[in-house]
């Protein structure tokens, strides 16, 4: 039973794959040479599958990879080592030519509307720039490009605006629009509402949900807020300097977060009722995220843990010398890279 | 030796009680001149502040919470026109002149801002930071004294290895400790009202823990009052007593935190309240969005500012904007005509959990084309 579990929770076959993703960063000295004198370990040997119609999201603070490993996912940037599956090939193998088709089934939206789409074209324009680039446009694109902007819920008569027209939540809706224009499969939505008041960021969630039923997407949607994971997610994955520490359904995560990151970060979010808040268990970390390019020995989360300080000195030992690896034999349901995983129930 | 009162200024900290109004906001506006015309950010704020009390203000980007505190700092630029007037324990703050304003700032009111790397000067070390918000206002303090005082003061915001790190400069530490920094220099006179203005917005969770339970020690231990300023109702909902919620420059609703989040009689807050992701109920609760966006301060048509986006709206409403009257015996107030329809509705029994609503986003775009055409009206004239 525990052999099962210990192979990734998922559907028989994920839509996309990542296998030991390794992404590092050349550090280079300032002088003429520019010899490289470190690594930054974005991303440390990261395993993800995502299947039909689901959505994986990966959570962590800023600077854990989660972007990084986004962008790997997508072979926008080469890893280090590591290969990303997708129907049966290895994307990180591919050439640029042999990638490009491809491309149209995994696209990505950003955090900032604003900035990723360009001032000086129309809404009509940026949503048909995709069609445009895989000469699509020639046959039915204007009817496309329409449907699409009637799709995210905007007004079709607004297609000849510009995007300083628009208020934040219908950029990032031009942002899906212009995502979901070559009929993907996967969409990456890097922090797709952080930038949006909550007011508005409840819509564009339920677009997304809405989307995900209607065109069967599947989506890898990074993001640090937990509360926004649990609304959208059917599994997560969370992060923590360039590891993940911790996966399970969503539900298994909430019901008993076994890693003392994970708790510490449950119980950090504040919850929007007052009496809630006001009884519950605040676990409060000490100290900051250690660099990445020089991460910790063995566990990479001690420096800051809360349980590793009630240890005792072999026990100790073994978090400084023994890296952990994702496991499931312990009592809660998810899988952690501790060694003493004990679930706790937060909310 | 406690942290905080130490020989400096010991004798002259304030000493007033729990309960007494130390910050009295009366009917404060505050207009901006622009190219296009007049904008009106600030439409009538009143609140009382007593000591010890912590108060949240709430709203969306562009409702005027920022500049509120803005004005009763004399932070704004020249060009405001502000009126009404704010109440520093009964002597008026609005009208005062830069020096004057200068002996208040920083020593009986101080302030937070969101991003500590640009409220940080990065030439000089935090100490010197600390040590000059002391001096300047007790030019008697000798150096060292300024010091040990420094090290007591980063020390209380849990910055560890305080003798070290008051040489250090601002970009030598993380966020997290920088805004600590911040929060060890606004306490540093023991002041009578913190304003926070986002303080943790800029920060990772963990981080914005750490943050929040400083500041929270922090005005413990000088016994302040703080005005918390955030977008976030979850922090709201752990730190503050009561809460104002703002919408188009003007308080929708006021009362005390759990008024506000458990019989909010207001359609904007039920809204906010319904439209937040919550980490303790499961996915198969549906969000309800409030459709449309804030209007613009440029030309406010008539009437309620929420009308358009409101699912409750009726004709009154549009002629004439409610003005917050109470709901109980208690101090709860709410600017809405239909409060009591709202007594113990959820948020999905006013709004529609749908993703998108166009007719909202029409009879918005509607109420800006009147409110246009009134100001090009205005113009001809």
Redesign the interface.
């Given at each position: 039973m525990n052999a099962m579990l210990d192979t990734p929770q998922t559907a028989a076959n994920p839509v996309i794959a990542g296998r030991n993703l390794v992404k590092e960063f050349p550090v280079r000295a300032k002088g003429i040479l520019r010899r490289k004198v470190g690594a930054v370990h974005a991303v440390s040997g990261v395993s993800l599958e995502i299947g039909q119609t689901e959505t994986l999201a990966l959570v962590g603070?800023?600077g854990c990879g989660k972007s990084t490993t986004a962008r790997l996912m997508m072979n926008l940037i080469p890893p280090t080592s590591g290969e990303i599956l997708y129907e049966g090939r290895d994307l990180t193998k591919l050439s640029r030519n042999q990638m490009r088709p491809i491309r149209r089934d995994l696209q990505l939206v950003f955090q900032d509307p604003m900035a990723s789409l360009d001032p000086r074209m129309t809404v009509f324009e940026i949503i048909a720039e995709p069609l445009r680039v895989h000469n699509l446009f020639k046959n039915g694109g204007r009817d496309r490009v329409n449907s699409l902007i009637e799709i995210?819920?905007l007004?079709p008569e607004h297609r000849n605006r510009y995007p300083h027209e628009f208020?934040g939540?219908?950029r990032q809706r031009i942002g899906i629009a212009r995502a979901l224009a070559l009929q993907p499969r996967v969409l990456m939505l890097d922090e797709p509402v952080s930038a949006l008041?909550?007011?508005?960021?409840?819509?564009?969630?339920?677009?997304l949900?809405?989307l995900q039923d209607e065109l069967g997407l599947s989506y890898l949607f990074v993001s640090?807020?937990?509360?926004?994971v649990?609304?959208?997610?059917d599994k997560v994955a969370v992060m923590y300097l360039g590891k993940i520490v911790e996966e399970g359904t969503?539900?298994q995560l909430?019901a008993g977060p076994a890693h003392p990151y994970t708790q510490?970060?449950?119980?950090?979010?504040?919850?929007?009722?007052?009496?809630?808040?006001?009884t519950r268990e605040?676990i409060?970390?000490?100290?900051?995220v250690p660099s990445p390019s020089n991460p910790p020995s063995g566990c990479r989360f001690r420096t800051r843990c809360p349980l590793f300080k009630e240890l005792d000195e072999s026990q100790q030992a073994k978090c400084i010398d023994v890296e952990p690896l994702l496991r499931s034999d312990h009592a809660g349901l998810t899988r952690a890279a501790c060694h003493y995983a004990e679930p706790k129930q937060l909310? | 030796m406690s942290n905080i009162s130490v020989s400096t200024n010991g004798a002259k900290r304030s000493t007033g009680t729990k309960g007494d109004v130390v910050l009295e906001v009366n009917d404060l506006n505050v207009s901006f001149p622009t190219d296009d015309g007049l904008v009106h950010a600030v439409r009538g704020v009143t609140y009382e502040l007593r000591r010890g009390q912590s108060l949240g203000i709430v709203g969306e980007s562009g409702s005027g919470k920022s500049v509120t505190s803005m004005a009763i700092m004399g932070l704004l630029p020249k060009t405001a026109q502000i009126t009404g007037s704010a109440r520093l324990e009964g002597d008026e703050l609005l009208g005062l002149g830069d020096a004057e304003l200068s002996r208040i700032r920083g020593k009986k009111i101080s302030m937070i801002f969101q991003d500590p790397l640009t409220s940080l000067n990065p030439v000089y070390t935090v100490g010197f930071q600390l040590a000059e918000a002391v001096r300047v206002h007790y030019p008697d303090v000798s150096k060292s004294e300024a010091r040990t005082r420094c090290i007591d003061l980063l020390d209380s915001v849990g910055i560890p290895n305080p003798q070290q790190r008051v040489d250090a400069y601002p970009h030598e530490l993380s966020g997290g400790m920088r805004q600590r920094v911040v929060i060890a220099i606004a306490m540093a006179n023991n002041p009578d009202v913190i304003i926070a203005d986002e303080p943790t917005t800029a920060l990772d969770v963990t981080v914005q823990a750490q943050v929040l339970e400083a500041l929270e020690k922090a005005r413990e231990e000088v016994n302040a009052a703080l005005i918390l300023i955030t977008h976030d109702l979850g922090v709201i909902a752990g730190h503050t007593d009561d809460v104002l919620v703002m919408y188009a420059g003007k308080p929708v609703e006021q009362g005390t935190v759990d008024e506000i989040f458990y019989e909010p009689r207001m359609p904007y807050t039920l809204g906010l309240i319904g439209s937040l992701p919550r980490m303790d109920e499961d996915r198969n609760q549906r969000l309800t969005p409030v459709h449309g966006t804030p209007p613009s301060m440029l030309n406010l048509p008539p009437g309620c500012p929420f009308r358009p986006r409101c699912p409750m709206h009726q004709d009154i409403c549009a002629e004439v904007e409610p003005d917050l009257m109470p709901i109980g015996p208690t101090g709860h107030v709410s600017a809405c005509h239909f409060s009591d329809q709202l007594e113990g509705k959820a948020p999905d029994d006013v709004f529609a959990a749908v993703a998108t609503d166009l007719s909202v986003e029409a009879e918005v775009e509607a109420a800006e084309a009147e409110a246009a055409a009134l100001h090009a009206q205005e113009e001809e004239k």
């Open positions: 603070e800023s995210v819920g007004n208020s939540g219908q008041d909550v007011s508005i960021q409840a819509g564009v969630i339920n677009l949900e809405d640090h807020d937990l509360s926004v649990r609304h959208i997610a969503t539900d909430f510490a970060l449950m119980s950090a979010i504040p919850l929007p009722d007052p009496r809630k808040e006001r605040r409060v970390l000490q100290g900051d909310v | -």
